[in-house]
C-alpha cells in the first residue's frame, strides 16, 4: 500500500516563475492537507480540501497561492509569481474519511522542497 | 489563539539512556495533542497521541503525559537509540474546533534529538 506520494520532491524557480506541486494521497484517502514547513521551524497549516471541495483554506496566503483536489487526478498546490520568501518544504498529508474532531494519524508524504533563486 | 511550543531545541543523549521531550501550550480549551518524528529530509511521523481525558498513555517505548493544569506535555523515550535521532514535534487542533478542522494541526517548534552511540 503506497504512502502518500508528493513530486516534485525537489523543484527550483527562478523568481516571478510558477510553481506546482503534486500530491497523491494514500489509496482510501479522501482528505488531503497542506503544510508549509520553513527551515528550523515547525510545519503550517496551509489547506485543507477533499474531492472538488476546499474545505478549511484559512492558512493560504490571500495571492499567488492556490489549492486544488479534482474528483480525478492528485491535489495540486499551485505559486504563482514565486518570490523567495517561498523557498520551503511543502508536505502533503492524507487521512480517511473520519468523523468526529480528534484526528488520529495524519500520513505525511516526504514533501517537496521548491528553492526559489 | 492556539499555541504550541517548547522549552528546549536540542537534546543530547547517549544511546541506551532515556529521553523526554516538553512541549507548553497556552489554549486551555485544547483537548487533543499529537507527537511526530521528523527524520532529516522526510515528512513527519505519527508517534502518539493523547486526549484531555487521559494523562499519561504509553506506546512501544515511548509514554506521552499530559499535565493540564500547568498546559504542558512531555514524551519519553526509553533506552534511546541512535534511530531515534530527528526532531520531535508536538501538535494539536485549534481548541473548540468543529469537527471539519480535525486534520488542521498547529505544530510547535520541534526539538531535535540527537543520541550518541
Known amino acids: 500500500n503506497a504512502g502518500v506520494m508528493q513530486n516534485p520532491r525537489h523543484l527550483v524557480r527562478r523568481r516571478g516563475q510558477e510553481a506546482r506541486l503534486r500530491c497523491s494521497p494514500m489509496?482510501?484517502?479522501?482528505?488531503v492537507y497542506w503544510y508549509r514547513q520553513l527551515p528550523e521551524e515547525g510545519l503550517k497549516f496551509m489547506v485543507y480540501?477533499?474531492?472538488?471541495?476546499?474545505?478549511?483554506e484559512s492558512g493560504m496566503p490571500k495571492e499567488r497561492f492556490s489549492a486544488e483536489f479534482p474528483k480525478e487526478g492528485p491535489s495540486i498546490l499551485r505559486i504563482q509569481q514565486v518570490v523567495r520568501g517561498d523557498s520551503a518544504a511543502y508536505f502533503c498529508?492524507?487521512?480517511?474519511?473520519?468523523?468526529?474532531?480528534?484526528?488520529?494519524?495524519?500520513?505525511f508524504g516526504e514533501g517537496s522542497r521548491l528553492t526559489v533563486l | 489563539g492556539e499555541s504550541v511550543g517548547l522549552h528546549l531545541p536540542t537534546l543530547s543523549v547517549q544511546e541506551g539512556d532515556n529521553s523526554i521531550i516538553n512541549c507548553a501550550y497556552s489554549n486551555s480549551a485544547s483537548d487533543y495533542f499529537i507527537w511526530y518524528k521528523q527524520e532529516s529530509g522526510k515528512g513527519p511521523q505519527f508517534i502518539i497521541d493523547i486526549r484531555s481525558n487521559m494523562d499519561k498513555r504509553q506506546g512501544q517505548r515511548v509514554t506521552v503525559l499530559l499535565n493540564k493544569t500547568v498546559k504542558h506535555l512531555s514524551l519519553q523515550i526509553a533506552a534511546t537509540q541512535p534511530g531515534d535521532s530527528a526532531v520531535y514535534f508536538c501538535a494539536g487542533p485549534p481548541g473548540n474546533a468543529g469537527g471539519t478542522s480535525y486534520g488542521k494541526l498547529t505544530f510547535g517548534q520541534g526539538t531535535i534529538l540527537t543520541v550518541h552511540p
Open positions: 498529508a492524507s487521512s480517511p474519511p473520519r468523523t468526529g474532531r480528534f484526528a488520529g494519524e495524519l500520513f
Open positions: 480540501l477533499q474531492k472538488e471541495n476546499i474545505i478549511d
Open positions: 489509496k482510501g484517502h479522501s482528505h
